[in-house]
């Protein structure tokens, strides 16, 4: 016989889940800036970064995030208004 999760089983289940999707969002983040950011900055890899490339980095890091935030933002927001909405066409 299969034992059925209680309640609070099913809570701690779902925010396990939701944790390890936000690390997996967070990985895929770090490694797309990695990535992109070594591609625009660094033209001659070497043992060091110079000015230019630290500073490169730097910016396009700081973009990269911004673009990031204003994107989850975004559909974030997106997705609460459709719940919204759809909380209110089944009010009807």
């Given at each position: 016989?299969?034992?059925t999760?209680?309640?609070?089983?099913?809570?701690?289940?779902i925010s396990?889940?939701k944790q390890?999707?936000?690390?997996?969002?967070a990985?895929?983040?770090?490694?797309?800036m990695?990535?992109?950011?070594?591609?625009?900055?660094?033209q001659k890899?070497?043992?060091?970064?110079d000015?230019?490339?630290?500073r490169?980095?730097?910016q396009c890091?700081?973009?990269?995030?911004?673009?990031?935030?204003?994107?989850s933002?975004?559909?974030g927001n997106?997705?609460?208004?459709?719940?919204?909405?759809?909380?209110?066409?089944?009010?009807?």
């Open positions: 016989m299969a034992a999760a209680t309640g609070q089983q099913k809570v701690e289940l396990q889940v390890q999707i936000a690390l997996a969002n990985q895929e983040m770090l490694s797309k990695t990535e992109k950011c070594f591609k625009k900055c660094i890899p070497g043992k060091s970064l000015n230019t490339e630290q490169c980095i730097s890091m700081d973009r990269f995030m911004d673009a990031w935030n204003l994107v933002r975004t559909y997106r997705l609460q208004r459709e719940h919204f909405k759809g909380t209110v066409d089944m009010a009807d």
